[in-house]
């Protein structure tokens, strides 16, 4: 995506991706409010990216660098919906996957089974289902753990 850039979140960059997560699917059908969302976002153990696309906040990636068995996981992705479909997502992704090639060997990623858009993304830039959780956070759907060799 051109004229992007993505850092680590400040403060306020940390309360706008909160909102952004508690606005946007899959966190609006699983029920997670803006309450935990801003946990998650002021969360020391986790590590938040924003990225920017010509001086105007674009999306956001939170990671847990040790999530999965110690390797990372992508713990939420959102993009706000006027740059959706443009590259974001996929920029913000192979930034999480970039920051860790060399130190990990594996990263993960979850998607809910009614997040068809999200799932098609994923499995695009190489990720591979390696199991799933049935009625895991609500009933009739489930969370699908992604995997990906870096």
């Known amino acids: 995506m051109e004229n992007s850039d993505i850092h680590l979140a400040n403060d306020t960059e940390k309360e706008i991706a909160a909102h952004l997560f508690a606005g946007s699917e899959p966190w609006i059908s699983l029920g997670i409010g803006i309450e935990q969302c801003r946990l998650n976002c002021y969360d020391h153990e986790f590590q938040l990216y924003v990225s920017y696309s010509d001086n105007r906040p674009a999306g956001a990636v939170l990671i847990d660098p040790r999530g999965v068995a110690g390797s990372p996981y992508i713990k939420s992705i959102a993009v706000f919906p006027e740059f959706r479909g443009k590259g974001m997502g996929t ?11 060399g130190k990990a060997r594996h990263i993960f990623i979850c998607v809910s089974s009614f997040n068809k858009r999200a799932e098609k ?11 799933e959780l049935r009625d895991y956070i609500i009933n009739g759907a489930s969370e699908m753990l992604l995997w990906k060799k870096l």
């Not at 920029?91 to 090639?101: G, P, Q, T, V």
């Not at 993304?121 to 199991?131: A, E, P, R, T």
């Open 121 to 131: 993304l994923y499995m695009n830039l190489g990720f591979q289902l390696v199991g």
């Open 91 to 101: 920029s913000l992704i192979k930034f999480a996957e970039d920051m860790f090639r």
